[in-house]
């Protein structure tokens, strides 16, 4: 393992990467698989310092992002359900639907609660059992853990109104299929932290061994970040990818055992749609059988959905999958911006244009 | 479908401006309303006096620092004081939600009393409407302040020069994370208070020390610090403001918050917070007045004015560069 100097790190880093790049006779191409990372990166300037040497390209990880039109949809069919009410993190509220969003269905006079967790949500189920309490579950291997603890609490504590509707997704699948398109063309991985403090390293092998691409999981400090690209370019340099492991305070080997087993215990894999890539086989958590109570698309009945193709010349799509910029959409910031967003990627927090919206760069 | 008045139009960002622009001033703008500024000043009989009003609909009506009552008195004086005004009298409406505990209205306005007392300030007219249950939520206030401007005090957006420095008088954020984190829906415990106070005695002071070395003045509250100095950036055109990251005084705990919630204290809503704008030469001696003459000790120079096109640019801890935008996409109503 090779040791940085502090204080030097980034001086350091920057000059590797200058090294790099001039062997290389063009700009590194990573990609930051996090939406958080993407966050770090725009708001602390790194995307700015490493300019001249190294594209920095976000990835799938902002879970708002990839969730598909239809499912929106789907949540925003539920928030029009009388009697019902919708929880959800703050960052669905404003994501466009095909034809509206819960925003717009919360004017109207949907009802519409903004949780910062499911727990919160069930407790809100507890206080108001006359109400039917859906919960918009939307994440990673992050977010599913405590989902899946709120669905155990509420058989265990007996609560019948409270439901989840599951979006949630792994990454590992969408990340092989990313990594299999030609056009794309990386040079390396910056990994997701979170999602591989619960997976653990192991379940990103696949990078290395089967796509012969350098790769660092990195944690969240602007330094951390820094320390894996500069992992990253040691790879490039001596031709030899492996999947590091920056973020070592909290990423293990196996990863988190128990939260694995908590994930397990409710979800079940299952083929899931994503924004920009379609169907991804194994690639979404459906609720199991037995907690079939609590999963709110089999205690609700829908109308089927049409699919409505949105022709809105919003890019998300392309940018989930690091083919194009934020500044590359023509909507971006001239008529889309977070209050008025024309796609995901503008409105969660994590997004790709948010943070080019909010940092600059 | 008709659009419908959604939550984001009274976040003070993108979407208010909106409103404003296309439902307000087409049909009662006039030349003093469009300045924009926290109070417009209009000459009575020979006088310049400064006018200004405010709405409270802050959920919940108490929370760790303040309450309905408090704000409402103190955000039309700082509204007032910032202007270069001494604020002297108010006019205060409430709307009432019946059902309201007589109890809770009373300890509403004690609190206001309490808070004219401190501001030196009278409410000299009032109203009262009762809604029936749910057509309100709880109660509203509305407060109207006037007051007369300073002697020897000249300010406006278009003083600010090239060169200035940015001084803030306090650490930011307190006030928005404290009423978020004071909602229902929120198991998470913290110290953190709201900064709501008044700034009148504060600015007077600075105002009868510096005189017309003070060019502008504003105060932070929805959409926090980096919105108001875009605003500002952006009305003249001609100058870009440079922030320095690690100069912005945040408390830890609030930083810490932020950070587990994925907030940015920049954007968050102030209720005792002010950015003055300062000639360069005076900026040490302001500094100095405001931390051992005021007792402001975390109060910092915080940015610098250039020649520039209207943006707000902010040098991060690491190192590296960004533009910073206006508030946008508010999740929080109701802060104020």
Known sequence: MEKWNESDLLREVINLARKVRE??????????????????????????????????????????????QRDIDRVIFFARKKGL?????????????????????????????????????????EKHPEREVVFIGVGFETTAPIVSHSI??????????????????????????????????????????HVCTITGRKAFDFVARDFNLPSCISGFEPEDVIEAIGMVLLQILKGAPEVQIGYRRLVKEEGNVKAQKMIEEVFEPCSVSWRGFGEIPESGLSIREEYADYDASRKFELPAIEMVERKNGCICGEIIKGKKKPPECKLFEKVCNPSEPYGPCMVSQEGACSAYYHFGV | MEDLILLSHGDGGLLTHNLIEKYFVPHIGNPLLESMDDATS??????????????????????????????????TVNDLSVSGAKPLYIAASFIIEEGLPLSTLERVVISMSEACREAKVQIVAGDTKVVGKNQADKIFITTTGVGVQMEGVKLGKNLIKPGDEVIVNGPIGNHGLCILLNRGNFSFKS?????????????????????????????????????????????????????????????????????????DPLYLANEGKFVIFVESSLSKDLLDFMKNGLNLNWASVIGIVKEGRGDLFMRTQIGGTRRLNMLSGNPLPRIC
């Open chain 1, 23 to 68: 062997r290389m006779g063009r700009k590194i191409k990573l990609m930051e698989v996090c939406g958080t990372h993407t966050m770090v990166i725009s708001k602390s300037g790194i995307r700015a310092l490493f300019a001249d040497s190294i594209e920095l390209l976000s990835g799938p990880g902002c879970p708002v992002c990839v969730t598909d």
């Open chain 1, 85 to 125: 009410t919708i929880s959800t993190f703050g960052d669905m509220i404003k994501v466009p639907g095909s034809f509206s969003s819960l925003e717009k269905e919360r004017a109207k006079g949907a009802n519409v609660e903004v949780f910062y967790s499911p727990l919160d949500s069930l407790k809100y189920a």
């Open chain 1, 152 to 193: 155990l609490l509420a058989k265990e504590w007996g609560i019948k109104n409270f439901s989840v509707l599951s979006l949630h997704k792994t990454l590992p699948p969408a990340m092989r299929v990313l990594l299999d398109d030609p056009e794309l063309s990386l040079d390396g991985l910056i990994l997701p932290g």
């Open chain 2, 42 to 75: 209009v000459i009575l009989r020979g006088k310049r006096v400064l006018i200004t009003t405010d709405s409270y609909v802050v959920d919940p009506i108490f929370f760790p620092g303040g309450d309905i009552g408090k704000l409402s008195v103190y955000g």
């Open chain 2, 191 to 263: 110290n953190i208070k709201s900064d709501c106070a008044p700034l009148n005695s504060i600015i007077e002071r600075i105002l009868m020390e510096f005189g017309e070395g003070i060019k502008y003045m504003r105060d932070l509250t929805r959409g926090g610090l980096a919105t108001c100095l875009k605003e500002i950036a952006n009305s003249s055109g001609i100058i870009d403001i440079f922030l320095e990251e690690e100069k912005i005084p945040v408390e830890k705990e609030v930083r810490g918050v932020c950070e587990i919630l994925g907030l």
